[in-house]
């Protein structure tokens, strides 16, 4: 929720720092949308104006809309109603010259006779104190090109899912809000009463008469200062040897947490890969929690250790993952470390080979229905127990959302059920009973009752708020590791691999002031600093695996170069070559301790819409070392990305 449209516009300017005090001009639309436009542009440091929109309705029905213009002669008329030939050159022509007078009383109003701010060869930022369906902000972004706007940047507090289809004609969308179930703008507000045209005239009144700062802007002699830090701090990244001294160090401590920027960089993986291989064979390694499915991986992991399926390869092993998206573990880089583990494991004897685990909560079902097969064999009393569990969830047709929605609407879940389950499990595996073959048949039964628990929760709760659900599923990921640590014993080591947003300690992003918690921050609680060590990655450009929305098929999209004053834009200026940046080398240094905004890709990508996945970072408290990785490639999938019959829904830090 916003307070008001004037705290709305500091949230939002915050989105948008990286154009403060350029050429850029703020435009709002009226009404609503200039109160908020005017604290950017006080915010940012650039003039204010307005940028109007009139509809052109269709004869008889106007509120129909056949077209819509704007001042300078600016025109979008729809070719599939104008087309259709029932409506005559001779009407429209009649419509617009109407609404065209009403449009130049309207900006003769509001300017109070100064001029429009010239947009030729300026990026144009459009505000709007929210966007419902994307209709007159389409437009908006086609006059102000039309006007010579150079880039147009389209910003609102709060915008439907829906209507971001609408904006394709924006370089550029930022908002602080995405709800999944949007209904209105006012509903994510506290006060939203109406603006009039005094305001209006008002705001852009005292805009005009600010004073503003000359546009060309010395440099920030902090900036100087970082880029002797890291020159003084990097060492090359050229081959497996220059990893030696990263791998030494982190060797040292019991968590070795190494992340990744995207769920879909080929580099990221590879020299993941490289360092956990060579973190094994200095020994101590006996396992490998990823951001993945506990039953996926357990199958993977069975394989890894001789154990079944020998006849298989890792492309086989990986054909088996059946939840989106596929491509983050069934990919080239995957299948190459998987069958070098399984190669290694085998010439180790039992007790020194490395096992793979999933960590992540999201296999309620696929949970529930391997504890219910085990206990059918190995316990048949607790069967009835099991089942009352799975026919709670049954009519919800195994889709995580209509269960979420339904226990936010009736006060009611399936939570007592699986209580009693997890309970009926722990009775039996707490001590020796049949069905067991090992050690690691015990931990997968009582992990898939743990994981089927948590899931519930997970999706009960996931539509009421981005905060609670992440971190249900990160101090989830984070008990899993433990779980694995204790299992393979006090003296052993544990590798995690997950995304930099869960793996980089959040109390030194933004995510930690906004109350939520990781995998990096958990472990570093539980265990001390000295025996967790937190590796990130970062790149400036390239290309990168994601998909356009939950659930489709996967695409190779371009990864713009770096947003202006990040991470990524500092170290492509400083660093053209990969690089390895232990911390432990220069603690306190201007770059380790000063805030910016570091780049976190998700599954879901737009490059349009990139700027929104910077995530606010001071990079000597969120990490113990950086792999930096100029220009990166795509991913290679097994296979492509089939439509899920039973989507999920993800949560992720808000800006990402």
Not at 302 to 325: C, I, K, M, N, Y
Not at 352 to 357: A, D, K, Q
Not at 358 to 366: C, F, N, R, T
């Amino acid at each position: 929720m916003f307070t008001d449209r004037r705290q709305a516009g500091h949230s939002l300017a915050d989105r948008l720092h990286d154009l403060r005090g350029t050429d850029a001009v703020v435009l709002g639309l009226p009404r609503g949308g200039v109160p908020v436009a005017a604290v950017v542009a006080e915010d940012l440091d650039l003039p204010l104006d307005v940028i109007v929109v009139r509809k052109l309705g269709i004869p008889g029905q106007p509120e129909v809309a056949m077209g819509a213009i704007g001042e300078g002669g600016a025109e979008v008329l729809n070719p599939a109603i104008i087309s259709r030939g029932w409506i005559s050159e001779e009407e429209v022509e009649t419509i617009e010259r109407a609404e065209r007078q009403v449009l130049d009383r309207r900006l003769a109003l509001l300017r109070e006779g100064r001029e429009p701010i010239d947009l030729r060869g300026r990026t144009a930022i459009i505000v709007d104190d929210g966007i419902a369906t994307g209709a007159t902000a389409k437009v908006s972004c086609v006059v102000a090109r039309r006007l010579g706007a150079s880039e147009v940047v389209l910003a609102a507090p709060v915008i439907s899912p829906a209507a971001l289809n609408e904006l394709e004609d924006a370089d550029r969308v930022t908002c602080v809000l995405l709800p999944p179930r949007f209904q209105a703008v006012g509903q994510y507000y506290d006060d939203f009463g109406q603006t009039d045209d005094s305001e209006v005239v008002r705001l852009l009144h005292e805009a005009s008469l600010r004073p503003r700062r000359p546009r060309s802007r010395q440099p920030d002699p902090s900036d100087a200062q970082a880029v002797a830090d890291l020159r003084a701090m990097a060492t090359p990244l050229a081959s497996d040897a220059d990893l030696e001294q990263l791998a030494a160090r982190a060797a040292r401590s019991h968590f070795i947490c190494i992340g990744e920027a995207s769920h879909g960089t080929h580099e990221f993986y590879a020299w993941r890969a490289t360092l956990t291989k060579r973190l094994i064979e200095l020994g101590g390694i006996r396992w490998i929690g990823v951001e993945g499915d506990w039953p996926d991986c357990f199958r993977i992991d069975r394989w890894v250790r001789g154990r079944t399926e020998q006849w298989e390869d890792a492309h086989q092993l990986l054909s088996g993952f059946e939840r989106w998206p596929r491509w983050m573990w069934a990919n080239t880089d995957v299948a190459e470390f998987l069958d070098w583990l399984h190669d290694w494991n085998l010439t180790r004897p039992d007790e020194e080979r490395v096992g793979f685990y999933g960590l992540d909560v999201y296999s309620l079902w696929e949970s529930l229905e391997a504890v219910i097969d085990w206990l059918a064999a190995n316990a048949p009393d607790a069967v009835p127990t099991a089942l009352r569990a799975w026919r709670c969830f049954e009519p919800y047709g195994e889709d995580p959302q209509d269960y979420a929605w339904a226990t936010r609407l009736v006060p009611a879940s399936c939570e007592p059920d699986v209580i009693a389950l997890l309970t009926s499990v722990r009775e039996r595996a707490g001590h020796a009973a049949p069905g067991f073959d090992d050690d690691e048949s015990r931990l997968d039964v009582l992990q898939n009752a743990l994981t089927a628990a948590d899931a519930e929760h997970y999706y009960r709760v996931m539509l009421q708020g981005d905060r609670e659900s992440w971190n249900i599923r990160d101090i989830h990921m984070a008990d899993t590791a433990d779980r694995l640590a204790e299992h393979a014993g006090p003296e052993t080591q544990g590798i995690v691999w997950a995304h930099n947003t869960h793996v980089g300690d959040a109390r030194g992003t933004t995510m930690g002031n906004d109350g939520m918690v990781n995998i990096g921050e958990l472990l570093r609680e539980r265990h001390g600093l000295d025996e967790v060590y937190l590796i990130g990655f970062a790149s400036r450009g390239g290309t990168v695996l994601a998909s356009r929305s939950w659930g489709s098929t996967e695409t190779v999209y371009p990864l713009p170069m770096a947003q202006t004053g990040s991470h990524e834009d500092l170290l492509g200026r400083t660093l053209p070559e990969a690089a390895v940046l232990q911390f432990s080398s220069a603690p306190g240094t201007e770059w380790l301790t000063r805030q910016r905004g570091h780049r976190a890709v998700g599954v879901v990508y737009d490059p349009r819409r990139e700027s929104g996945n910077y995530v606010p970072t001071v990079m000597g408290r969120r990490y113990d070392a950086l792999l930096w990785i100029p220009q990166t490639t795509a991913l290679t999938p097994l296979s492509h990305e089939p439509r899920p019959e039973s989507p999920e829904l993800e949560t992720e830090p808000s800006g990402f």
